[in-house]
Structure formats: structure tokens, C-alpha cells
């Protein structure tokens, strides 16, 4: 069991996203994380820098299109999460954190409604 609030930090996670927060949201992130996008290919991001590139070009497409928390869910080892952009294109990403309470890895995915439809991430 950890001794730190996985909910709580997915949800600085979301509140990061909708401000668009980089800083803030790399800061939740361990300095060696692995994030795993399997939106429209998979694609595997590791480390601070590579997170950096990502999520910036990501911040800007959640705050064109509209991001909605739709589901948190706390899973045995971590947390899952549903949200929507646009209110229609629905993803679903998985938390895992390490013990010193930061994301160690991440892999996003499009909802199995949205398999059809391209992803923004």
C-alpha cells in the first residue's frame, strides 16, 4: 500500500492538463517515466525531455478541443481514467506511480467506442 494519494495526483494531472500547465504536469512525472500512446500508433516517450516534446504540442490540442474528466477509477496498482475531448472522442489512460508517489508509467488509449476514430494524443 502507499502512503501517498494516487487520486490526488491524477487529479493535479487533469487540473495541469486544463490549464495547460507544462511545468506542473512534467513535475508529477519521475525523471525516467515511460508514457505509451497507442492512439493512432504506438509511440513510447521516456524521460523528462521526451515527455516535454510531447506534452507540448498536447497541451495546446486539449485546450482547442474541450477536455472533460468523464471516469477515475482507483485500480490495484494504480489509477485509470476515462476523458473526453470535444465531448466526443473518449480516452482512456492508465497510471502507474513509483513509491517516491510520481507517474512511473502512462499509456493512453482511445476508448474501445473510439477505436474507429483518430486521436488527438
Given at each position: 500500500?502507499s502512503d501517498f494519494?494516487?487520486?490526488g495526483?491524477?487529479?493535479?494531472?487533469v487540473?495541469?492538463?486544463?490549464?495547460?500547465?507544462?511545468?506542473t504536469?512534467?513535475?508529477?512525472?519521475a525523471?525516467?517515466?515511460?508514457?505509451?500512446?497507442?492512439?493512432?500508433?504506438?509511440?513510447?516517450?521516456?524521460?523528462?525531455?521526451?515527455l516535454?516534446?510531447?506534452?507540448?504540442?498536447?497541451?495546446?490540442?486539449?485546450?482547442?478541443?474541450?477536455?472533460a474528466?468523464?471516469e477515475?477509477?482507483?485500480v490495484?496498482?494504480?489509477?485509470?481514467?476515462e476523458?473526453s475531448?470535444a465531448?466526443?472522442?473518449?480516452?482512456?489512460v492508465?497510471?502507474?506511480f513509483?513509491?517516491?508517489?510520481k507517474?512511473?508509467?502512462m499509456?493512453?488509449?482511445?476508448?474501445w467506442?473510439d477505436?474507429h476514430d483518430?486521436?488527438?494524443?
Amino acid at each position: 500500500m502507499s502512503d501517498f494519494d494516487q487520486m490526488g495526483i491524477v487529479v493535479d494531472w487533469v487540473d495541469a492538463c486544463r490549464k495547460g500547465d507544462l511545468a506542473t504536469l512534467l513535475d508529477l512525472y519521475a525523471d525516467d517515466a515511460e508514457l505509451e500512446c497507442t492512439c493512432n500508433h504506438t509511440r513510447r516517450y521516456r524521460g523528462r525531455s521526451e515527455l516535454e516534446t510531447y506534452w507540448r504540442s498536447q497541451l495546446n490540442a486539449f485546450s482547442s478541443a474541450g477536455f472533460a474528466l468523464e471516469e477515475i477509477t482507483p485500480v490495484l496498482h494504480g489509477v485509470d481514467l476515462e476523458y473526453s475531448l470535444a465531448l466526443s472522442l473518449h480516452i482512456c489512460v492508465s497510471f502507474r506511480f513509483g513509491p517516491e508517489g510520481k507517474i512511473e508509467r502512462m499509456r493512453c488509449m482511445p476508448s474501445w467506442q473510439d477505436l474507429h476514430d483518430a486521436c488527438v494524443c
